[in-house]
């Protein structure tokens, strides 16, 4: 079995991308993924070359043939998410608000109303140092980015099938939908904190998630420095839950340095890209079969 | 007024100017402050409001009557992939349900009814100078952060135009660039974007921009993290953007911030967000005559 690790962290900025692109580097050949399809940043820091792109169509929207229309606002009367509009006593949908369920062609007595794919985004697949590189864009304000997240999921499980390889993933911010279908079928989730009490409440609901899905899950706490009291009371409070803190990161200029220098931040070194190592060292540890492990 | 308080990118300090600038406006004009990153909401951890008044957020999910003789309709009429019919038995998954209705519609029988189950909570309450607060809870496991953020909308601003003349709501938007930021965002006075001056920042600055832009609202730039290299502010004149405040990068802004505390209640602070107080009203104010 293909061993599928996923990088989040409830609170936004708290370094995902910048672990993950350093373990990107420490793992060897890897399947990497970009999970974070809102506001993708791994493939800034991880040199690749982009094979393909397509367009996904991960929704439809409902649309009304003006001249089969009666106007009997029946469509609007069964609209849940007030999609359906009428001006001037004509009947039209507004396809930023349509879920695209599909509703309203159940109930037109005309059969006017048909539903159309959507495009919601860009799929990439890309080839890294170590392998290839899943990712995607969502379309401006679409619906469906956990359908992209999926998309981008199976096109990076294909590909580790197909090599024999591993997949790190790169997650986005949050607890919902999104991370979600991040998690779901990883072996371990990895949580990358701050020790902030806003970084404490965003990975206690983050780490709910993972406990709710029963994935097994560690913490890193990054930029310990700014508050060493903070990191002790989630180091505490995350021993209390069970879950095991697998490394402290200091705050490190040579990690803002790597990312304008469009490098894993362990290419260019320091007490950060240390401790990510020592991180990298004990994660990959837990299964040594499974996890791919170059020098480190 | 509204505002909306967006970036693109997680943790660039959102929250951290949302709170304060709810503080800063809050001693001279009545002033809401709703938190819609439903996901992970912060902004209460800085007001400490006390609450007045909670509110269960629900959707609805099918439920398979005895009529049922399973002939795959609303299993194939659902887009959600909700309802399967497996082994001669129609399954509902509620946790994907998306609460449309759909399959009520499909089915021939009639069979299909529907119940109600709670996916949210939303908090409202009072903090200092009585700035009116607001939150959205997405419940954990659950995914339809778009229903919170719609209930929060009309929870937590229906009294807002209502209120005295001059009022502000600001709006704390989620992170990303999806359907959840719109709705969130949509229909404000001004999108106050927040920045900072890295390769993520600017990249993900880009794409708040072209949402700005995409739902037709004038945006300001607020630069966080300010190291002094002009990185945004290159940006900024290139997209005809004003900056209207900044921070500078100091640890000691981060060690405040970490503890929960606000930056209004530190002198050294304070003034960054009176004066983007300040400024923020004469733009919407103008976007608004305009």
Request: aromatic share 4%; with cysteine.
């Given at each position: 079995m293909n061993y599928q690790l996923a990088v989040v962290s409830?609170?936004?900025?708290?370094?995902k991308t910048t672990v993950a692109a350093a373990f990107a580097d420490l793992a060897g050949a890897v399947v990497m993924a970009d999970c974070d399809v809102e506001a993708p940043n791994l493939h800034l820091v991880l040199p690749h070359e982009t094979l393909q792109a397509r367009d996904f169509s991960g929704n439809h929207v409902a649309t009304i043939e003006r001249d089969a229309?009666?106007?009997?606002g029946a469509c609007e009367s069964v609209?849940?998410?007030?999609a359906v509009h009428s001006q001037d006593g004509e009947y039209g949908i507004d396809s930023a608000t349509c879920?695209?369920?599909?509703?309203?062609t159940y109930v037109c007595p005309q059969d006017a109303v048909t539903l159309e794919p959507l495009r919601t985004g860009t799929l990439m697949l890309s080839q890294a140092a170590g392998g290839v590189f899943a990712h995607a864009e969502l379309a401006l304000?679409?619906?469906g980015s956990g359908k992209l997240v999926t998309q981008v999921r199976q096109l990076a499980s294909g590909e580790a099938r197909a090599s024999g390889r591993n997949v790190i993933i790169d997650g986005a911010p949050g607890m919902g939908c999104v991370v979600i279908s991040t998690i779901t079928g990883c072996q371990a989730v990895l949580a990358v904190t701050e020790p902030t009490q806003s970084g404490w409440h965003d990975l206690e609901r983050v780490l709910n998630v993972t406990e709710h899905f029963r994935i097994a899950s560690f913490v890193a706490v990054n930029?310990?420095?700014?508050s060493p009291e903070m990191t002790e009371e989630i180091e505490r409070r995350c021993a209390e839950r069970g879950v095991r803190v697998v490394g402290r990161i200091p705050w490190d200029p040579a990690v803002a340095e790597a990312m304008a220098r469009q490098l894993p931040v362990t290419r260019v070194g320091g007490p950060a890209a240390d401790a990510i190592r020592a991180i990298w060292a004990d994660i990959s540890a837990q299964r040594p079969r499974q996890l791919p492990l170059k020098e480190v | 007024m509204r505002l909306a308080i967006l970036s693109?990118?997680?943790?660039?300090g959102k929250t951290t100017v949302a709170v304060n600038l709810a503080v800063a406006f809050a001693s001279a004009r009545a002033t809401v402050y709703a938190d819609?990153?439903?996901?992970?909401?912060?902004g209460f951890i800085f007001l400490q409001p006390q609450i007045v008044s909670t509110r269960v957020v629900t959707s609805t999910y099918p439920v398979i009557g005895?009529?049922?003789?399973?002939?795959g309709v609303c299993s194939a009429a659902c887009t959600s992939h909700a309802l399967a019919e497996v082994g001669g038995r129609v399954l509902v998954f509620?946790?994907?349900?998306?609460?449309?209705?759909t399959c009520t519609l499909a089915c021939p029988r009639g069979a299909i009814r529907e119940k109600a189950r709670p996916i949210g909570e939303l908090r409202s309450g009072t903090a200092r100078d009585g700035l009116a607060c607001s939150e959205g809870i997405l419940r954990e496991g659950e995914t339809l952060a778009t229903t919170v953020i719609q209930r929060l909308r009309e929870f937590a601003e229906r009294d807002a135009g209502r209120g005295a003349q001059g009022s502000i709501v600001i709006a704390d938007c989620p992170p990303g660039s999806s359907c959840e930021v719109m709705h969130a965002a949509?229909?404000?006075?001004l999108a106050l974007l927040v920045a900072e001056p890295t390769a993520f920042g600017l990249h993900d600055l880009g794409l708040a921009v072209r949402l700005a832009r995409h739902l037709e609202l004038p945006a300001a730039i607020f630069v966080n993290?300010?190291?002094?290299?002009?990185f945004i502010d290159r940006y900024a004149t290139q997209a005809g953007l004003p900056i209207v405040g900044r921070l500078p990068f100091d640890l000691e802004i981060a060690r405040v911030t970490a503890r929960?505390?606000?930056?209004?209640?530190d002198r050294r602070y304070a003034d960054t967000f009176i004066e983007l107080a300040a400024a923020v009203s004469g733009l919407a104010g103008r976007s608004r005559t305009a």
């Open positions: 409830g609170k936004g900025g708290t370094g229309c009666i106007d009997c609209c849940r998410f007030g879920e695209g369920c599909g509703a309203c304000a679409a619906d930029k310990w420095d700014i | 693109g990118k997680g943790g660039t819609y990153d439903v996901e992970e909401p912060n005895e009529e049922c003789e399973p002939c509620p946790e994907i349900c998306h609460g449309c209705g949509e229909g404000s006075d993290k300010d190291d002094g290299s002009g929960g505390a606000l930056l209004m209640d």
